[in-house]
């Protein structure tokens, strides 16, 4: 059968936005919108997207949860930078239904707090039905008070290379407190995005329950009934909010999580939610929503071990590692090896470790079993704690990633590249000399 083929067209340039009445703000980003386009295509078909790049500086464009080619994964690595007046095609089969995004993957810390980043949705074809589906990405800025982009200072510098860039305007689907209408009686479904540089967003709705349906990987097999999550940098959630009832008004807020940083955690509204007259709901929500095979039983033990750390530096004062390098390169994997990594964060502060290109599954996280299977690409590893995850290379080698999610501690060097190899083509990898890069 012939593939299906979606096409598109991202520019990405500088121009002016308004995040609020009367608030205009020099954005980065795609086709003059903020977020960029929501790119929408079905399982399985193949995406074409030209993306020009009219900004004055190089760029690259990385699919966040795609399990696309290495050569299509938007990484200094397997691609030159577009350079100004330049234009590339990414075309990759997207495999899996789910909420995913894209975003700059150079000069990330100045390019993404700017805004170049949206959200690519693969619908699935399951009985799932719902009155509405809406993509909420979330982010924040630091501006001034004319609305321009804050420059460090000396201290503000130091606390942002700790922190990470953590701004006090909220912003969802790149709007300053929006009003989210829906119907009384409805069943929505929610696709959140966490395309902060370094924001912990926790999920609160007045304390109401919501059911999450999906994480990073798509659907979860049943719908699992919460009052809030936690959503990292570069995670995803995907919820079915309502039926409420008419006239309900509430905030939807971010509860304070305290990931030990020098800023203090808060409690901070990010839009409003209010509930109009009733309307049918056409809503279908299976108790089943799809099946999940475990990958590896859960006490497998450890193939590989990667330790995230934060150490003192002369140069900077502290250092971002992988592994005690900054920047590195791990070890090669081969094609159909099954993958069971140990990470430990053995620093005092929070990081949410990011896996290009493949799912894994969480099989422990300090020595616990969760409580349910689910695809992830993102994970959060609090203070001086484990996690052990479960993923396969499947025959996609070449050069590919992992690293911390919170941009300026990516920047700052907690990262590292490995090469997923195929061992029937022979030693790939040996002798290759690899630099220390980036990407
Ligand atoms: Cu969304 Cu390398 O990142
Ligand atoms: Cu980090």
Wanted: aromatic share 10%; with cysteine; proline share 6%.
């Amino acid at each position: 059968m012939e593939t299906n083929k979606v096409y598109y067209e991202l520019t990405a340039s500088a121009f002016d936005w308004a995040i609020a009445d009367g608030k205009i703000i020099k954005a980065w980003g795609f086709n003059h919108q903020l977020p960029g386009p929501v790119l929408r295509a079905k399982k399985g078909d193949r995406l074409v997207i030209k993306v020009k790049n009219e900004l004055d500086e190089p760029t690259v464009i990385h699919w966040h949860g795609i399990r696309l080619p290495a050569s299509m994964d938007g990484t200094g690595e397997v691609q030159k930078p577009i350079q100004p007046g330049e234009t590339f095609e990414y075309r990759f089969v997207v495999p899996d239904a789910g909420t995913f995004w894209y975003h700059s993957h150079l000069n990330e810390t100045v390019q993404m707090e700017r805004g170049m980043y949206g959200a690519l949705i693969v619908e699935e074809d399951t009985g799932l039905l719902t009155d509405a589906d809406r993509v909420l990405m979330i982010d924040d800025m630091k501006l001034n008070r004319d609305n321009s982009f804050k420059r460090g200072n000396f201290i503000s510098n130091w606390v942002e290379r700790h922190d990470g860039r953590q701004g006090d305007t909220l912003l969802i689907n790149g709007e300053e407190n929006p009003v989210i209408d829906m119907h009384a009686g409805q069943t929505e479904r929610w696709r959140f995005i966490n395309s902060s540089s370094a924001r912990y967003f926790k999920l609160n709705l007045d304390g109401k329950a919501f059911k999450m349906i999906g994480t990073d990987g798509g659907l979860l097999e049943q719908p699992l009934e919460v009052t809030q999550v936690l959503l990292t940098p570069g995670e995803r959630v995907d919820i079915l909010a309502g039926p409420f009832t008419e006239g309900e008004n509430f905030a939807l807020e971010s509860l304070p999580y305290d990931r030990v940083t020098i800023l203090k955690a808060k409690r901070e509204p990010f839009a409003k939610v209010q509930v109009g007259p009733m309307k049918p709901s056409l809503a279908l929500i299976p108790e089943v929503l799809r099946k999940i095979e475990p990958l590896a039983p859960v006490h497998a033990a450890a193939t590989r071990k990667i330790r995230l750390s934060v150490d003192p530096s002369l140069k900077h004062i502290i250092d971002f590692q992988v592994n005690g390098g900054m920047h590195t390169m791990d070890k090669p994997v081969y094609v159909g090896d099954l993958q069971v990594w140990e990470i430990f964060n053995s620093s005092l502060m929070d990081h949410p470790f990011h896996l290009h290109g493949f799912f894994f599954q969480v099989l422990e996280e300090n020595g616990k079993v969760p409580g349910y299977l689910a695809w992830k690409d993102t994970i959060n590893l609090p203070p001086r704690s484990k996690a052990k995850i479960a993923w396969m290379p499947d025959n996609r080698p070449g050069m590919w990633m992992y690293h911390c999610h919170i941009l300026e501690h990516h920047e700052a060097g907690m990262m590292a590249n490995f090469e997923v190899t195929d061992p029937g083509k022979g030693e790939a990898f040996a002798g290759q000399d690899h630099h220390h890069c980036k990407g």
